[in-house]
């Protein structure tokens, strides 16, 4: 049986937002960010919605029919960006402007980040912790690495655990040798994967 998939809008933000909470309250990189896990539940669902909220405006959110999942991409041009990113920022000022970390871990990947050649960015991808394992994830990447390989464009993304990354190369995404280190926090691991001919 195959996966619904279908590309989210506007008036799914507010279940979205919900997901991206619940599968990423106990990520590595989100317990970093907020160490006490009940300010992290107060604040988290805001924060992730701005990425969500970019993802809208810029880029394309899929989701699957039933909500369970979802992957938010951005296609990226080559070349240096033009101006300065304000989305750290905005990370920061909108769920927590008294924590330095809110605003350091988008500084810190967008210092890595390549830029050379165009490229689509898988933003974040989550899965409702009680679906998780079912294949979901790969449901929703793999049309998008599909159309990469018809295309010729490459994909990047920074995984926040290494059992994430071990995923990820199973759908030809690899390490590109330096990893992105949360001040005494968890590294995380950018990842290209290049068009399959």
Excluded: K
Aim: glycine share 10%; with cysteine; charged share 25%.
């Amino acid at each position: 049986m195959g996966v619904e998939i279908r590309q989210a809008g506007a008036s799914d933000r507010e279940a979205l937002v919900r997901l991206l909470d619940a599968a990423f309250l106990d990520d590595p990189v989100s317990s970093w960010v907020f160490p006490d896990r009940t300010h992290r539940g107060r604040v988290h669902g805001t924060f992730l919605g701005v990425f969500l909220d970019v993802a809208l405006r810029d880029g394309r959110v899929d989701m699957t029919e039933d909500g369970s999942a979802t992957a938010l991409w951005l296609q990226v041009p080559a070349g240096p960006p033009q101006g300065e990113d304000d989305t750290p920022a905005l990370m920061r000022q909108t769920a927590d402007p008294d924590n330095e970390r809110a605003e350091l871990v988008g500084r810190l990947t967008g210092e890595v980040h390549p830029h050379d050649r165009a490229h689509e960015y898988l933003l974040l991808i989550a899965v409702s912790p009680e679906r998780q394992g079912e294949g979901l994830g790969t449901a929703l990447i793999q049309p998008v690495l599909d159309r990469c390989d018809r295309d010729g464009v490459p994909a990047y993304l920074e995984a926040s655990s290494e059992r994430s990354s071990t995923l990820y190369e199973r759908l030809g995404f690899a390490f590109t040798g330096r990893t992105v280190d949360l001040p005494g926090g968890p590294p995380m691991w950018p990842m290209w994967r290049e068009p399959v001919s």
